[in-house]
């Protein structure tokens, strides 16, 4: 029997409504009307020929078989993005100024480097990985052409790529008992993290205090695996020999953080545009494998 061919566009909606939850929020992502996507699903459903999505009251969850063909889809659109990339992003030359936040340094900056450098050889990045106010003031003062950092509440929600949870971040073997104060390490003020983090424990009663404060967020990771404490990052950004221990140890909940994407004023050159392109792709994949 032959196998049918997936359609992209098919895999993008299945991802679209999976991030989304429902139809109509779907159809605003990807810019479709409502009975497209519907349409859309039904099709992808008569290609594989099992049902992918069970309704919950206004919302869609995935079934059994739309678990497993979301990580084939995620795994094929990010090929077909490679692909294309590979083949019109090597004419593409010049030098573009990025800068990112130091919390995906030790885990999602080499990624996206490796890839940016494997379909793209003639753009010269200068980098620069600071904390997220510092590259916010470097975009707005054009020191930097673009960056992607954490913020709390932005003015502007159309750089948001996304929204991704907090974490109480800590050693697997770390103790607390509930009632002796909490350990706490934090980047110095100001800093959105540590903000949510004291707020959090004040509204929770929760007794605390500064183990380590440091400029350096590398620091704060060596004495999170040292069992020093706890620190509030990303969810997405955890390092290895550390994890969320939040749930754990009964820590209250953390709000989300936004990941947003700045670019400075004036005309974007051909380098720019072509990194802007791929941190959206990337940032899309990075969220849709926590969804």
């Not at 800590?170 to 909490?182: C, F, H, I, N, Y």
């Amino acid at each position: 029997m032959r196998q049918p061919l997936l359609d992209p566009a098919l895999l993008q909606t299945l991802l679209a409504i999976h991030q989304a939850g429902t139809l109509a929020r779907a159809a605003e992502r990807i810019g479709r009307t409502q009975s497209a996507v519907s349409l859309q699903v039904q099709r992808l459903q008569e290609q594989v020929g099992a049902e992918l999505f069970v309704r919950r009251g206004r919302s869609l969850a995935l079934t059994e078989a739309g678990h497993a063909l979301v990580g084939y889809a995620s795994r094929l659109l990010e090929l077909n993005a490679e692909a294309v990339a590979a083949v019109r992003g090597r004419e593409v030359a010049g030098r573009v100024s990025f800068g990112m936040s130091a919390d995906f340094e030790p885990t999602w900056l080499p990624r996206a480097m490796a890839r940016f450098a494997k379909t793209h050889p003639r753009i010269e990045v200068a980098l620069r990985v600071d904390r997220n106010g510092a590259l916010e003031e470097a975009v707005a003062r054009r020191e930097v052409d673009i960056a992607l950092f954490f913020c709390g509440r932005p003015d502007n929600a159309r750089s948001v790529l996304g929204t991704i949870p907090m974490a109480w971040i800590g050693a697997p073997q770390l103790a607390w008992d509930g009632r002796s104060e909490l350990g706490l390490l934090l980047l110095e003020p100001p800093c959105v993290f540590r903000a949510a983090a004291i707020r959090a424990l004040d509204r929770a009663g929760i007794a605390w205090r500064v183990a380590v404060t440091s400029p350096s967020l590398g620091a704060l990771w060596a004495t999170a695996v040292a069992g020093m404490g706890v620190t509030v990052r990303s969810a997405a950004v955890v390092p290895a020999g550390l994890q969320d221990v939040g749930e754990r140890l009964g820590l209250p909940p953390l709000p989300d953080m936004a990941i947003r994407l700045v670019e400075a004023g004036g005309r974007a050159a051909a380098p720019r545009v072509t990194l802007r392109n791929v941190l959206r792709e990337t940032v899309g994949e990075l969220l849709a494998g926590r969804a």
